[in-house]
Structure formats: C-alpha cells, structure tokens
C-alpha cells in the first residue's frame, strides 16, 4: 500500500552503518480519508560525510540553479564521466572524466559503479558514485540533476541524498512557468510530476510546495538545512 505523505514531511533516510540504538517510529498511512497507523523499525547513526541533493518534479532544474548561486563553498557539482574522446579545449577531471573505452564505461555501468548513465550521439555519459563521493567527503552538498531512480542507487551505495519534490499547486502554476508550452504539454507535465509522487513519495525526504521560484528554494533550502545534522535515523529490518 502506498505511502503519501504531508507537504514538508521529512522521512528519515540511512547513512553509513553502525550499531546503534533502535526504536520504532509510528508513521500516519492515508487511504481514502481514513488513517490508519503503521510503522518501521530505525536505528540511529553517525553521518561521514555531507549527503547528496536530489531535487524532484516542478521547476527542479531553477531550483538547483538558485542553490548553485547561493554558495559555492556549500554546494557543488560532481564531474561526469564519458566515453568519448577529449576535445582541444578540454581537461580530464574537470570537463569530464575520460573513460580510457567505452568498454571500460561498459563494465563499470554493469558493476553499479554510476547512479545514472545513458548514450548520447554514440558516445556514453554518466554519474558515478565516486565523484559523488569525492563532492561529498569535501563537505559540500553534491547537487544532482538525476532521475527519481538515483535515490535508492546512492542508498545501496550508502550516499544517501536528501531527497525532495516540488510538488506543483495545479496546471496553472506549471503554465504560468512554461509560457511556450502547449496546452497538450502542460497536462502531460502535469501528470508526470502525479506519477512521480505516487510511485516514489516513500523515497522523498520532503515535499514542498510554494507560489514562486524563490519561495520554493527557500524552502528546499530549510529543508536541507533540517537535514544536515550529523546523525540521522535509518530504517531497519524488524527483528521481531
């Protein structure tokens, strides 16, 4: 049964394992207006480093341009992989990281090593963990333009990020921010970011809503300042 879950609700994500106490914590399920209270059993733990930033659904891409300008010294980017070749003007490790073969890129995308890749113009791009990594043992939030999909790759990798969704007020909240689009557009926009809610709400560390860009990245940026202590609660495997 699916979880859904109040605007600004934090769930508690894990990061790095290690025995500590445990506890259940009750959360409120919703279903057809009657609530009914279930739980899950989490423990606490020691953060090693600053937790990753994936941001979700309505005006995602402005929301992260506005944290990268807030400040470079709290937020940063990863460099991305590739497996073509290097241009004149470009430099390994800062442009991208130049896979030596694509069959190299291959076998590291079949081993886990990325949280997203794909192909573009025969060439292959991705993300992978270990430049994830490296941004965030740097003390700085890795702020991340990846698919809902991302969230639980980072959490096998025990990079959990803080995740959070823009949901959108209505049709006309995402007509008034994408002038050119259709009316055909705006709909399907609209129900993409429903399906994104549905299917991925239990992964979301908050939702928030807001009536202009700046609202909204006050208030992904409160939620992140929430999120960035150095303990956190993991969900665990019910013993009982």
Not at 65 to 83: I, K, Q, R, Y
Request: glycine share 4%; charged share 30%; aromatic share 8%.
């Amino acid at each position: 049964m699916k979880k859904r879950r109040k605007e600004y609700l934090v769930r508690r994500h894990p990061q790095r394992r290690e025995k500590t106490p445990v506890l259940k914590t009750y959360v409120m399920i919703v279903r057809a207006d009657e609530p009914i209270v279930s739980y899950e059993t989490v423990s606490k733990q020691s953060l090693s480093y600053t937790r990753p930033i994936i941001v979700l659904g309505h005006m995602k891409v402005k929301v992260n341009d506005e944290l990268m300008s807030l400040s470079p010294d709290l937020f940063g980017s990863c460099v991305p992989h590739t497996s073509r070749e290097r241009r004149d003007h470009e430099v390994d490790k800062v442009h991208y990281h130049f896979v030596a073969s694509r069959e190299e890129m291959e076998r590291d995308m079949a081993n886990h090593k990325f949280i997203e890749a794909g192909q573009f113009k025969g060439n292959l791009y991705g993300t992978s963990i270990a430049s994830v990594r490296e941004v965030a043992e740097s003390g700085r939030h890795c702020i991340l333009d990846v698919s809902a999909n991302a969230i639980q790759r980072l959490q096998v990798a025990e990079l959990y990020p803080i995740a959070i969704f823009v949901r959108p007020k209505g049709i006309e909240q995402i007509r008034e921010s994408n002038k050119r689009f259709t009316d055909l557009q705006i709909n399907q926009e609209y129900q993409k970011f429903l399906k994104l809610e549905a299917e991925y709400s239990e992964h979301f560390t908050a939702v928030v809503e807001g009536d202009t860009l700046q609202e909204i990245t006050d208030r992904v940026n409160e939620v992140i300042q929430e999120q960035s202590g150095s303990e956190i609660w993991v969900a665990t495997q019910d013993a009982s």
